[in-house]
């Protein structure tokens, strides 16, 4: 089977667990014989490229990248000249590579590759791992399941909360500018959702994001979790460190967690917390630690590649996963288990369906849940570690083959 990735970010520009994921689900598709060939931008790489058995196409993109960690912002790829263009492409590249199936991993390939599909034919799926499709900032699905309604809304309630809590920049001329790009993205967002109910097959990496799609009148999405490889065995861990691995945003609770975590110091003093990521409260959260004398119990690691993270987990007596926002399902919470590492996670989001009782701990996200479940979980953390290993390979082999078989399945029905 010929199966087409359309990728917004992809090696060596990857940001993180979505990218990671999709590059896991096309190395397991190769492995069992299909030819799978990624589309993506070239923000300034070799044209094509064929890595681990996957062929890698980066089309013409005018925006270049002077690293790979670069920041982009959303408008160059989520505006009317990228809809034609990606269209146009997408249209000729299918056309000349007849590939079977379509699949789309970024939202921001949805217009085009429905018209694109639709002229030559070729049926698609997308895999959906974030709300994009129904808000294109998507606060107003922190407290509840209906996206903004209209506008009036949009503005007033979600862009002056983004305009609070993630803009650093507080002066009338960045308002007005950052008000007419929510407004523009929210139009855009209305073309790509107007497109998604187009989409022949459409999966949500969990139930929770299922459940806010039906919400919103997105009919018949079928969940199949996203697909991890990890090759790591595990290894006896720090029995003093926890690790938390995300951005320093507000919906991570990262700032929950570290609220948490000056209470555990008065049971736990010699516990000690890794802070992996960046993000617009770094400056606050390293601020606090100072006020509080704990520069040598919590350290800032920054931005590590993918194996320096996965080896830190594997050493960490527990991970935890704080998000105060419903976090679809988040790629560390999985990378934990199946290195071996137990998880503290929140009840917001999709990762309370992974983290089974045997395998860690769910709690509220408030500064009491928080710490009590921190304080369990050491007690415990060596039963929970044992529980994990001993179901470590089914574990593997159901983000691992099982996912890309039921993937399979999927390719099989539309075709």
């Known amino acids: 089977m010929k199966i087409l990735f359309l990728v917004k970010f992809y090696q060596p520009f990857d940001r993180g667990g979505s990218e990671w994921s999709t590059h896991d689900l096309a190395k397991l598709l190769a492995k069992k014989g299909h030819k799978v060939s990624i589309l993506t931008p070239n923000y300034g790489a070799q044209p094509n490229q064929i890595i681990e058995g996957i062929n890698i196409f980066r089309f013409p993109f005018i925006k270049k990248l002077k690293n790979p960690e670069e920041a982009i912002t959303p408008w160059w790829t989520n505006n009317l000249f990228w809809f034609i263009y990606t269209t146009l492409y997408i249209w000729w ?49 922190w407290h509840k399941d209906l996206a903004c309604q209209n506008i009036v809304e949009y503005l007033k309630k979600d862009f002056n909360f983004f305009y609070q809590n993630y803009s650093d920049k507080r002066y009338l ?67 003093n ?54 520069s ?52 917001k989001g999709g990762t309370k369906e992974v983290i089974k009782k045997e395998y860690g701990m769910v709690c509220n996200p408030d500064v009491n849940s928080l710490k009590a479940a921190i304080l369990k979980m050491y007690k415990d953390r060596l039963m929970f570690k044992k529980n994990i290993l001993k179901d470590l390979n089914k574990l593997k082999r159901h983000y691992s083959t099982e996912t890309a078989d039921k993937y399979l399945s999927v390719y099989k029905k539309i075709l």
């Open 93 to 141: 590249f299918t056309a000349k590579n007849k590939p079977d199936i379509i699949h789309i991993h970024s939202t921001e390939f949805i217009p085009a590759a429905v018209i694109a599909g639709k002229i030559n034919k070729k049926k698609s799926i997308v895999t959906i791992r974030d709300y994009q499709i129904l808000c294109n900032l998507g606060f107003c699905l």
């Open 173 to 239: 001329l960045n308002y007005i500018y950052l008000q007419a790009a929510a407004i523009r993205g929210w139009f855009m967002q209305k073309i790509i959702k107007y497109f998604a109910r187009q989409i022949d097959f459409k999966i949500a990496v969990s139930q929770k994001v299922s459940q806010v799609f039906t919400k919103n009148k997105f009919l018949n999405l079928h969940v199949i979790n996203n697909p991890i490889l990890i090759d790591q065995i595990a290894v006896k861990a720090y029995p």
């Open 241 to 294: 460190r926890i690790i938390y691995i995300g951005k320093l945003s507000p919906g991570k609770g990262v700032s929950l967690l570290l609220d948490a975590f000056i209470e555990v110091q008065r049971n736990l003093p010699d516990l000690k917390l890794l802070i992996v990521g960046s993000g617009i409260l770094k400056s606050k959260l390293l601020t606090k630690v100072k006020k509080h004398k704990l």
């Open 296 to 347: 040598e119990k919590v350290q800032f690691k920054g931005q590590l590649n993918h194996d320096e993270v996965l080896n830190l987990v594997r050493k960490s007596s527990f991970a935890i996963v704080p998000s105060v926002w419903p976090e679809p399902l988040p790629r560390s919470a999985i990378e934990a288990l199946l290195s071996g590492t137990p998880v503290i996670t929140s009840d």
